[in-house]
Every structure is written in C-alpha cells, then in structure tokens.
C-alpha cells in the first residue's frame, strides 16, 4: 500500500524498460492483468494499482472518472516515470482516455480493451440501481449475474475456472467501494477520444454484450490514429478469457 494523491492505493510494480500502466474496469483488481504484466515484465516497468474503492485500495472520498485518472498520473509521478504505454478495461478504459486526452505528453500509447463511451440513461438507472443493491445485499446479490452476462458461453462452459475467476474478482470487492464504483461509472461523461494523439489499439470480444465490436470500431474512427482486434468466442473479460490473445496484441502494439 502506497499514498498516492492523499489516498492510500495498492500499487504493484515489477520488470525494467519503457512503462506500463494498467487500469483495470469496474469489479477488476490488478489481478485482472496477470498474465499479461507476468509477460511484459521481462522488457518494461509493468505498474498496476486498484482503483480507489476497488480490490484492496479502500474507499476513499468520492471517486470519479477524474479522480482515478490524477491518481493514475500521480502513480507515474511516485516512480519518477514521465510517460507510459496506458492499458486500459472496460470501466478503465474511460480514465486512460481520460489521461491520453487531458495529459497527452503522458500517455506513449493507449491499449483499449473493451472501449466505452459514457453510458446511456436507461444504463446509468440500472448501474445505480446495481450500486445501491449491492449497498443492501452485498455483492452475492450481483456476481453471478454478472459472470452469466459479461463472459462468453464458451467461457463458461470449456472453461469454467476462468469463469470462476471472474466470479472471485467480483466476489473478494467491498460492497461500498464496488457501489461508489458502479456511481462513478453512471456519472461519467463521454471521454473525447477524438482529443487522443498517441496511438490507439481497440481490442473487442466478439460476444461482448457491454462494448461489442462495432463500438470499438466507431470509436476507433474518432481516434486520430487507431486500430481494432476483434477476439473470437470471448465476452467482455478479455484479460481473462483469453489471454494468450490479449498478451500477443499488447506485445505487437507496445
């Protein structure tokens, strides 16, 4: 644990070379990134930290969209790193957008998994909705509803432990900080990714229900300097569904 912008933050760091930096999405931790920060560590400096009120960062103030991308820069700061290769999930990759378009001189490349824009009203309702369920009845209330919808049926069936996985991630938030969480993700706006300089990579599950292949691409096309992969038979845990995949994207990218 670090104190990272007056807050303490889980903060790991490992490897040498040009940097790294990982945000993982709503209900992730840094573990979201295992194999992947296991593998660019032999050639960079892999940086992951949990999101205040995430994982084992504790839930501190109120967090934003805004808040969480100043701690990301103040972790860059902390190890004396001037700019990093940004990889961003789901919720994420909304502060790495953030980041790259208010920070530009921060931000080498931006690595996108699962792209999202600012959610719609119906969605933003169900997202508090969600937030204030779990505040009632904790987080078993919403996990394996999760799972059924955010992972591929492949997924689940042929590999139940990545499944299960998912499940853990979820399972091992706090209930307060999972909700302020899901607050903040319904209070976002929509990030100006047409203000993104660096290169873009767009990675897509082709059975992602929350951010499906055809958003990557629209968003790709308002990104100065982009391009999309679209991973067959995964939904919308990426990092996790399919690994090898994510890992060989980031390694020919970065």
Aim: aromatic share 6%; with cysteine.
């Amino acid at each position: 644990m670090q104190q990272i912008n007056g807050k303490p933050l889980f903060v790991e760091r490992e490897g040498e070379g040009p940097a790294v930096l990982f945000v993982h999405g709503l209900g992730g931790t840094t573990n979201f990134y295992e194999p992947q920060a296991r593998a660019l560590a032999d050639g960079h400096t892999v940086i992951r930290f949990d999101l205040a009120g995430a994982g084992r960062s504790p839930l501190t103030g109120t967090p934003s969209i805004e808040s969480w991308a100043a701690d990301a820069e103040a972790i860059l700061d902390q190890f004396g790193i001037a700019a990093a290769t940004v990889v961003g999930h789901s919720m994420g990759t909304l502060i790495a957008v953030r980041l790259a378009a208010t920070r530009p001189e921060r931000v080498t490349k931006l690595a996108l998994l699962g792209a999202l824009r600012a959610q719609p009203e119906q969605a933003k309702q169900a997202t508090r909705q969600r937030a204030a369920t779990v505040r009632e009845k904790g987080m078993e209330a919403v996990a394996p509803g999760i799972v059924a919808a955010a992972t591929s049926e492949r997924t689940r069936h042929d590999h139940p432990a990545l499944a299960a996985f998912v499940r853990e991630l979820l399972f091992r938030q706090d209930p307060q900080g999972y909700a302020a969480c899901c607050e903040a993700l319904a209070n976002a706006t929509d990030p100006a990714y047409s203000r993104v300089q660096a290169p873009a990579l767009f990675i897509a599950g082709d059975q992602d229900k929350t951010s499906p292949p055809e958003l990557s691409e629209t968003l790709a096309k308002e990104t100065n300097s982009a391009s999309v992969e679209v991973i067959p038979d995964i939904g919308h845990w990426h990092a996790v569904e399919a690994a090898d995949q994510v890992t060989t994207a980031l390694r020919d990218f970065i």
